[in-house]
């Protein structure tokens, strides 16, 4: 009577599946704030610490260099990212669809995927 109680809500199958939706939501979180951030460095001329190019020479042409190969580091980690997040969220698609279908077979309502 006194004290808390552990109550079972579901079973670990259900529980590793919720989990592993979790972790890949906080990725996607995580992938999004890099994207949020390579975007303003690009926007306000920022330099991340990734991508410092080091070019010998300090005129006008290897300053154009250095800024072109900063530009082009950032912009591909941009399209990684967006790669990433495409699939961090196909993967979400998938374990919610697998779970509807998990839940609903409990409930015996069938969901066809096509």
Known sequence: ???QKN???CNAEQAKRLYRYKNIKLKLYKNNAA???NK????RH???TYANVYIKGTNSRCQRTKDAAIRFRINQELKFQYVKK???NER???LHLEECNVTYT???IKIIVH
Not at 40 to 43: D, E, F, G, T
């Open 7 to 9: 109550i079972k809500l």
């Open 106 to 108: 409990l409930l015996n």
């Open 1 to 3: 009577m006194h004290g």
């Open 46 to 48: 920022l330099t991340p």
């Open 40 to 43: 303003i460095c690009r926007a």
């Open 86 to 88: 495409q699939q961090f």
């Open 35 to 37: 994207i949020w951030y």
């Open 92 to 94: 979400l698609y998938e």
